[in-house]
């Protein structure tokens, strides 16, 4: 089993940044896929940006050239630098392990519980 807990979520005004972090316990996840997810209020859970390695990421349309993907293999950790934050991109943040980057949800075998993102205009 692995536990994934994520933090760094919180309100920022538009134009500025968050930084996410992800945190895996249980058992080493570096072989395998790690992605970040959002889900606004009355919409479906996207795929944000997923990695493999430092040369093998995603990122969604929505979020190229402002969000950056990062991966620390030694701590288990994944990370999502997020620049440039818009008002829609207020949502709940989750992070997830699977075995490649997929764009769906049900790709994934492991969630964290989400860290909330608000961004005011």
């Known amino acids: 089993q692995v536990q994934l807990v994520e933090s760094g979520g919180g309100l920022v005004q538009a134009g500025g940044s968050l930084r996410l972090s992800c945190a895996a316990s249980?058992?080493?996840?570096?072989?395998?896929?790690r992605a970040w997810f959002r889900q606004a209020p009355g919409k479906e859970r996207e795929l944000v940006a997923g990695?493999?390695?430092?040369?093998?990421?995603y990122y969604a349309d929505f979020v190229k050239g402002r969000f950056t993907i990062s991966r620390d293999n030694a701590k288990n950790m994944v990370y999502l630098q997020m620049n440039s934050l818009k008002p829609e991109d207020t949502a709940v943040y989750y992070c997830?392990?699977?075995?490649?980057?997929?764009?769906?949800?049900?790709?994934?075998?492991?969630w964290g519980q989400g860290t909330e993102v608000t961004v005011s205009s």
């Open positions: 990695i493999m390695s430092a040369r093998i990421t």
């Open positions: 997830s392990v699977g075995s490649r980057i997929a764009a769906r949800k049900e790709g994934y075998d492991y």
């Open positions: 249980g058992r080493t996840v570096s072989t395998y896929a």
